[in-house]
């Protein structure tokens, strides 16, 4: 049966909100998954579904009582209000940390990042059932070998489909005798013998060129102990505030579930407090002395400052009156008249051809 999603009974927005009315919901690999589901001739029992952003294949799936991984807060805000439009219950979420029900049928929506389709591969295939199968779906532009290496060093069986309206489905079944070993990388980072992250949080490898950027210029005042690290990561940019302002307490968050587990391997616990959320709703109006940021201008494949320009509203509310913000980015993005019209202070603190580091203050 060939799924069209848009001649379907169901409505999805995105969210987080997007003005950008070529963004959808969906895309064709979603509606080749659908259509290959509906005609397998096992059930489709025990599923559970990876990167199924905005609730999609959840909400055409519910007669089969899906379960869900959430790797971001605002994937889990987008599929229960999805949800709520549709008049679905929600389905059942779970971190990547959690023990499933042996799992018949899992999907996976390919990530941008490899490290992170490989983290989804090795849960999935810790928690197969036997006979179990994984179909992950992809538009063709996005597929690399890479990603075929990856399958192949847990699954004996790795199938294509054929491509339909651009998009392909990969079928995994039979799984390797694969020891699991934890999916952290060390990142080489001086004064921090032991600095790590999950595969598939921000920048793998090495701390980001913007943040290091930033971490140049940067310094933190004796006065400026309440810090909020917004969108951050790994922790790194926590993780040096520390070092130099050791009174300090940071206050970390992130919308990425295994970015904030990371950074708790980084930051100790003592001087800090980790949020996974999307949005600064955990943090008081007018109490951070120091607002630091490395911001997403990335949502999976599309490049899109939206989350920025609205988390950037949310921290000016957050900073007492003589506070400040700092937050590099990439020149291109011109983020100058954004922060302009938000604050009444704002000027470039450091600048290279590729990057700038604002500083502003209300
Ligand atoms: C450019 S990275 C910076 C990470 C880290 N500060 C660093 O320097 O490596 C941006 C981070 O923003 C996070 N993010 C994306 N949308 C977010 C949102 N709405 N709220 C909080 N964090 C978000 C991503 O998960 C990612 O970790």
Redesign the pocket.
Known sequence: MNISIAEGEYQFARY?ETKLVSLQAWNAADELALSYLSELPIGTENMLLYEDTFGVMAIHLHDQHPQVIIQAR?QAKAIAKNCFANNQNQPTLFELDSVVDPVRVATVKVPKSADLFELYLQHVHKNLAEGGIVVCSFMTKYFTQKLLDIASKYFHSAKQTKAKKKARLLILSTPKPVEHSDLVRSIPLAGYPNFRQFYG???SGN??Y??QFLMESLRVGPDETAVL??????G??SAFVLKQNPHAFVHL????WL?VESSKMNVPATSAQFYW???LENIQEQSIDLAI????FHFGHETNIE?SLS?FEQVHNCLKPKARFVAVANKHLNYVVHLRALFQHVFISNENEKFVVYECRK
């Open positions: 987080p605002s949080v921000f920048s701390i980001d913007g943040s690290d917004l969108a951050s990561g790994n790194v940019l968050v992130d919308d990425s970015a959320n999307d949005c940021s490395n911001p997403p989350v988390l």
